[in-house]
């Protein structure tokens, strides 16, 4: 399936490094979400774009910055990150009319050294 | 308490047996309840959506009970490809697009 699709699927930082993570949807959906997923915990909604614009930020840490420049594509950028940021990132999008049906890629794995 | 509540498992049940798991939800007022699976090392997928009247998809079965808030998903003639976690979500109230994952029941069928 590639539907959705992410890059890197696995990346190695240091604390000092800037990495970016892409996602990209090719289902024509409207609305695009990135979840962190740490071992042993339930996913946590980071960010909400409908049409490129964000509604939804749950309390995330400046580290993190998201940018959706067009409803297929969807940026993270990271930088001095900590080691209790490592997890990881789902990208998935839905279309506005059945947000709850969500379609998620495979996920970048990150570790923060 | 946890929004979303499962028990974490593991099970591990022989391949033809029936299996059942619940979740229980903090939020009286939530709204909508779905089935996720993640296979090992792969992004979660939706399963099925949860009804007030209980649904069945081939040998998945759904059901909600609001009373008591929880929701039960009942796997029957288990086959070794469902393998996998299960979680469930729950779309509380006031929360515009915002699913509420719980943390996964892990299942293995053996051979």
């Known amino acids: 399936e590639t539907g959705v699709t992410q890059t890197p699927r696995h990346l190695v930082m240091g604390m000092t490094n800037k990495k970016s993570l892409k996602c990209e949807q090719h289902?024509?959906?409207?609305?695009m979400y990135w979840y962190k997923q740490s071992a042993k915990k339930p996913l946590e909604l980071m960010f909400v774009?409908?049409?490129?614009?964000?509604?939804e930020n749950n309390s995330v840490p400046s580290r993190f910055s998201p940018e959706c420049p067009n409803s297929s594509h969807l940026f993270l950028h990271l930088h001095t990150l900590q080691p209790e940021d490592s997890a990881l990132y789902l990208c998935?999008?839905?279309?506005?009319?059945?947000?709850?049906?969500?379609?998620f890629g495979p996920g970048t794995r990150l570790l923060v050294l | 308490r946890k929004e979303v509540e499962q028990d974490p498992g593991p099970f591990n049940v022989p391949e033809g047996a029936t299996v059942a798991f619940n979740c229980t939800y903090s939020?009286?007022?939530?709204?909508?309840f779905f089935w996720y699976r993640q296979d090992c090392r792969k992004e979660p997928k939706l399963l099925m959506s949860?009804?007030?009247s209980g649904n069945e998809d081939g040998r998945f079965t759904a059901q909600l009970n609001r009373a008591s808030q929880y929701i039960s998903l009942l796997i029957r003639d288990s086959k070794l490809s469902d393998s996998a976690t299960y979680l469930c979500?729950?779309?509380?109230?006031?929360?515009?697009?915002?699913?509420?994952f719980g943390s996964g029941t892990q299942l293995t069928v053996l051979p």
């Open positions: 998935a999008s839905s279309p506005l009319e059945a947000w709850e049906t969500q379609y």
């Open positions: 289902l024509g959906h409207n609305a």
């Open positions: 774009y409908n049409f490129k614009e964000q509604t």
């Open positions: 939020n009286s007022a939530s709204q909508s």
């Open positions: 949860v009804y007030s």
């Open positions: 979500v729950v779309f509380p109230p006031g929360s515009a697009r915002q699913l509420t």
